[in-house]
């Protein structure tokens, strides 16, 4: 019994330390891919910021790729966590872009938005990549069409901008917006953009205004009289 039990401490404390490996590989590659972008994350470059032999990276992940692909799942499930609790709050459309606003900037500082935009842009000349990139992608349009449907859903302005299309608009935006920073180093220009939406939003306060339905439906109106 005595042997059994070290048996399974043995076992239990190996499956703690393979788990703290794989988590400190992912942690070094997010580093590394936000310090030196793609072509620049190597398995040598991430096992040093690591502290550990890069054999490992393959031995747990496979390559680079399925190592960077990790980090976006662990990033995904963090951002997802603290993103709904944000835009759960949002009650009109001004406050649904003042959400975003805060999404956008938060996953900014947090380095979130360069992890997936450097994986996206290595997608282009990596077609292998694009598949796993779309996965990942589609859970966030969801995200902004529920969000979006939730607050003006039913609303003149849902019927002229619809959800899934405003959600790829979103999603666009924040790709394109991380790699146009690179030109706009003081970010004045993307601020820009950002409070311009903030401006037109309370002016299309009308727009989200859910019109009641008549009784009967909408062929009541037109309805011929009994005599």
Known sequence: MERDGAVAKGGAQGRRSSEET???????????????????????????????NSALIFYHFGGVDQLLLALLDRS????MALHRATAARAATLEELVEAAVHI??????????????????????????????????????AFVEEHYERVVGGSPLARLLPARE???????YYMG??????LDEDR??????????????????????????????AGAAHAPDGG
């Open 166 to 172: 405003v959600a790829y608009g979103a999603i666009t």
């Open 188 to 217: 004045s220009r993307t601020a820009a953009v950002l409070d311009l939406a903030a401006r037109v939003a309370p002016r299309a306060r009308l727009l989200t205004l859910r019109l009641p339905r008549r009784a009967g439906g």
């Open 76 to 79: 995904a499930q963090e951002r």
């Open 104 to 141: 956008y900037r938060t996953d900014l500082e947090h380095g979130y938005l360069a992890e997936f935009a450097e994986l996206v842009a290595a997608a282009v000349t990596r077609p292998e990549l694009r598949a796993e990139i779309n996965a990942r992608a589609e859970p966030w349009i």
């Open 22 to 52: 794989r988590d400190r590989l992912i942690t070094a590659a997010g580093q590394v891919l936000r310090e030196e972008g793609y072509t620049g994350t190597s398995a040598r470059a991430i096992a040093k910021a690591a502290d550990v």
């Open 177 to 182: 917006a991380n790699f146009f920073s690179v």
